[in-house]
C-alpha cells in the first residue's frame, strides 16, 4: 500500500509541475502543438482559444494578445577613446652662451617671469668695449680721409687709385667698427620670448663656454597636450575638436582642450596617431611635464534604439516582438550597448516600428495582437480626426 501512496504522490507531482509549465512558460504551449501532444492531453490549442463575454482576456487570454508597445528608435554607439598624454609649455627655449666667458650680471632671480629682449646674464666685456672703440677711432679716421680727398678730386691733385684706396678703407673700417659691436653684443644674453625662467645652477663669477646651457624659459600661457589615438578612429578626429582634459595629478580639476595639430603618419607599431592639443592656462597651475587624461568621445555608428522592457531572452539568443500588419513578429537582435534608457541593437528594424515592451507572455509568431496605451491611442485620434480634414 505503502508503494502504491509513494506511485501516486509521484503522478500528482509531476502532473503539477507539468500544469505550471504549460501555464507560466509561454514557449510550453506552442512546442506541445508542434509535437502533437495537446489533444493526447487535453489542452485547446492557443490559437483556438476564444475571448470570453468581457471581450477578450487581457495580456495573454484568447483572441488578439493586448499588448504595450514602443516605437523604435535610432541611436549613435558612444565611441570613447581613453589615452594619457604629456604635457609641455607652447614655447620653450633653451638659453645658452654665445662666447666664453665670466657671469659678471644676472639680471633675473630663477621662476622669475621675464619679456622678450630681456637682459639675463652679463658676460665680462672689457675686451670687447677696447676693440669696439678701436674700430670707432679707425673708422673716423677713415671718414676723415675719404672726405678729404672728396673734395680735392674735382681739382685734380688726387689720383683715381689715392681716391680708391681711402674709398676701400673707409668700407673696410665700417666692416670693423660693426664687427665690434656684435662682439660686444653678444657678452649679452637677452631672452628671446616672454616666459618663465626655470632654476639655473649659475651664479657670478662662473665661466661659461660658448653653447653652454644656461637656463630654459617656458611660454606657458598655454600647454601643448600630446597623445596618441587609434587609428580606426583618425576620420572622425579634426582640428577644432574640444576634448575632455584631467591632470592625473589633479582629478577634480576638469579642463578643456582643443585639438590644434594632427600628425601626418600612423605609427607602425603601435598603429596610433600622434595628437596635440591646447588648454588655456591662464591661472597658471599647470606646468610642462605634467602628465593628463584625454577623453575622446566619437559617434559610432547609427542602431535601431528599443526600450530595455522589449529584449526578451530565449535558447536562441535575445530578440524582440515586432508588431507587423497587427501580428506578432520575432526579430533576432544583437545588444550592442545598453542604459537604464534605451538599448541600442543590430537588427532588421526600422525607426519607427512598433515593438512589444508588455504583454509578451503568451505571444508567439504570427499571433494577431491588440495595441493597448498610448500608441493605440494616439492612432485611433489620428483615424478619428482623419473625416473631419475633409
Not at 28 to 40: C, I, K, N, Q
Not at 110 to 128: K, Q, R
Not at 203 to 220: H, W
Not at 303 to 331: C, H, M, T
Amino acid at each position: 500500500m505503502s508503494l502504491f501512496r509513494q506511485f501516486l504522490a509521484g503522478v500528482l507531482v509531476v502532473a503539477a509541475t507539468l500544469a505550471i509549465w504549460i501555464y507560466y512558460v509561454p514557449s510550453a504551449r506552442p512546442w506541445l502543438e508542434s509535437v502533437g501532444l495537446t489533444d493526447l492531453l487535453g489542452i485547446e490549442a492557443q490559437g483556438s482559444e476564444t475571448p470570453d463575454a468581457g471581450g477578450g482576456r487581457g495580456f495573454g487570454g484568447g483572441g488578439a494578445a493586448r499588448v504595450i508597445v514602443a516605437a523604435v528608435e535610432e541611436g549613435a554607439v558612444n565611441d570613447i577613446v581613453n589615452s594619457v598624454g604629456d604635457g609641455r609649455a607652447v614655447r620653450s627655449v633653451a638659453i645658452r652662451a654665445d662666447a666664453t666667458g665670466r657671469i659678471v650680471d644676472i639680471g633675473y632671480p630663477p621662476g622669475s617671469y621675464v619679456e622678450a629682449g630681456s637682459v639675463i646674464f652679463g658676460l665680462d666685456d672689457e675686451a670687447e668695449r677696447i676693440a669696439r672703440d678701436r674700430a670707432e677711432l679707425v673708422l673716423s679716421d677713415a671718414r676723415d680721409e675719404f672726405e678729404r680727398l672728396s673734395q680735392l678730386e674735382g681739382s685734380g691733385a688726387v689720383t683715381a687709385v689715392r681716391y680708391r684706396e681711402a674709398e676701400l678703407a673707409l668700407k673696410t673700417a665700417e666692416l670693423s667698427a660693426r664687427e665690434a659691436a656684435f662682439d660686444l653684443e653678444r657678452r649679452v644674453i637677452r631672452s628671446p620670448i616672454s616666459g618663465w625662467i626655470g632654476i639655473f645652477e649659475i651664479e657670478v663669477g662662473d665661466r661659461v663656454s660658448a653653447q653652454d646651457s644656461l637656463a630654459v624659459i617656458t611660454d606657458r600661457s598655454e600647454l601643448l597636450i600630446e597623445f596618441r589615438v587609434p587609428e580606426r578612429v583618425i576620420g572622425q578626429i579634426a582640428t577644432g575638436m574640444r576634448v575632455p582634459i584631467v591632470p592625473l595629478a589633479a582629478r577634480s580639476m576638469r579642463l578643456e582642450g582643443v585639438i590644434t595639430a594632427i600628425d601626418n603618419q600612423v605609427d607602425r607599431t603601435s598603429r596610433t596617431l600622434r595628437v596635440q592639443a591646447t588648454v588655456p592656462n591662464a591661472d597658471d597651475l599647470l606646468r610642462d611635464g605634467m602628465a593628463f587624461s584625454v577623453s575622446l568621445e566619437l559617434p559610432g555608428v547609427t542602431l535601431p534604439s528599443v526600450d530595455p522592457l522589449a529584449i526578451q531572452w530565449s535558447s536562441d539568443g535575445s530578440f524582440v516582438w515586432a508588431v507587423r500588419e497587427d501580428k506578432a513578429v520575432r526579430v533576432p537582435v544583437v545588444i550592442r550597448e545598453r542604459s537604464s534608457e534605451t538599448v541600442l541593437v543590430e537588427a532588421e528594424l526600422a525607426p519607427g516600428e512598433l515593438v512589444v515592451t508588455e504583454g509578451v507572455q503568451t505571444l508567439r509568431p504570427g499571433a494577431e495582437v491588440s495595441v493597448v496605451g498610448p500608441e493605440a491611442e494616439a492612432e485611433a485620434s489620428a483615424a478619428a480626426a482623419a473625416p473631419s480634414k475633409g
